[in-house]
């Protein structure tokens, strides 16, 4: 269980951290309105991320401990954390990672930052795609391993590396009217990346053995 939901925890954290329009739209909120900003757009967040992790029970359920299912998402699950582990290490050494600040954004009611959460996690491309391939396969590890108990553990962990992240941005935002120190940030994209690819060639090896291959 303590695995899983630090699993969990750490592959959350590699993409959130990741420049992208939540991130973007949580740091200019927070120049308005402060460290609540990161609570509210979470809750947006993860009633979406709730909602998913149900329709895919409820499509899924019959095959989740299928062997064969159990190799598919090892190797494509793997091969794309890889894939998006070694894109953030490569954007960091190119230095393209950079969060731009609007200090002169509109400030958003709380009922609108936190369907903000919701809709804007929803129309980013890399949201569909971690869920249908990392995601999913995060998911059936942990209901393989301890059935609904490794599920709810696994969304307790993610859903925590969201909000702790995002609370963290608000807060910085809040205090400093600026955000962290590129080099920092680079630093943390980059641990985060490479820990995100380390996970990929983990379960890539655990579908070998699962085959027998090794």
């Known amino acids: ?40 757009v979470i809750i947006g967040h993860a009633i979406l991320e709730t909602a998913l992790i149900v329709l895919i029970f409820l499509g899924l359920n019959k095959i989740l401990a299928s062997n064969t299912m159990s190799i598919i998402v090892s190797f494509l699950g793997g091969t794309l954390m890889i894939y998006f582990g070694v894109v953030g290490i490569v954007e960091v050494l190119k230095k393209k990672l950079t969060i ?18 919701g809709l804007i996690s929803l129309a980013n491309p890399y949201f569909i795609i971690w869920w249908a391939s990392i995601g999913i396969t995060l998911l059936f590890k942990s209901y393989n391993a301890f059935g609904y108990w490794g599920v709810l553990v696994f969304g307790i962990g993610h859903i925590l590396a969201d909000l702790t992240w995002y609370l963290f941005v608000s807060g910085i935002i809040s205090k400093t009217r600026g955000f962290l120190n590129p080099k920092v940030y680079n630093v943390l994209a980059f641990v985060l990346s490479a820990a995100l690819a380390g996970f990929g060639i983990y379960y890539i090896i655990s579908g070998f053995k699962f085959v027998g291959w090794i």
Do not use: C, R, W
């Open 100 to 117: 731009e600040i609007d200090k002169d954004a509109k400030t958003d009611s709380n009922g609108k930052i936190v369907l903000a959460g």
């Open 1 to 40: 269980m303590v695995g899983i939901f630090l699993n969990a925890l750490f592959v959350g954290y590699s993409g959130a951290v990741m420049p992208g329009a939540l991130l973007t739209y949580v740091i200019n909120q927070s120049l308005k309105k402060g460290i609540k900003v990161g609570y509210l």
